[in-house]
């Protein structure tokens, strides 16, 4: 299955991807976004290169998310 996400393509350059979005292991939700806010301070610094640690270019920013439940998985991984 594909999903579409704003993605932070490379220093100050923002894009619209898809991706593959992973089958769900046991005890794991699937989440269809309706919104999602980006912070003003480390998603920012990590648009700016400036993010000690950030996620390596391209990367799905935004980790405050609002959505529906759209599938789900039963039980725990041990």
Known sequence: MQGRAILFTGVG???L???D???LAPGEVLIEVHAS???PGTEMR???GLQ???ESFPFIPGYAAA???IAA???TEE
């Open 13 to 15: 350059e923002v894009g």
């Open 73 to 75: 998985t039963e039980g």
């Open 67 to 69: 959505g529906k439940v």
């Open 17 to 19: 991807g898809e991706f």
């Open 52 to 54: 000690p640690n950030s």
């Open 37 to 39: 806010a980006i912070s």
């Open 21 to 23: 979005i992973p089958t």
């Open 46 to 48: 990590s648009l700016a």
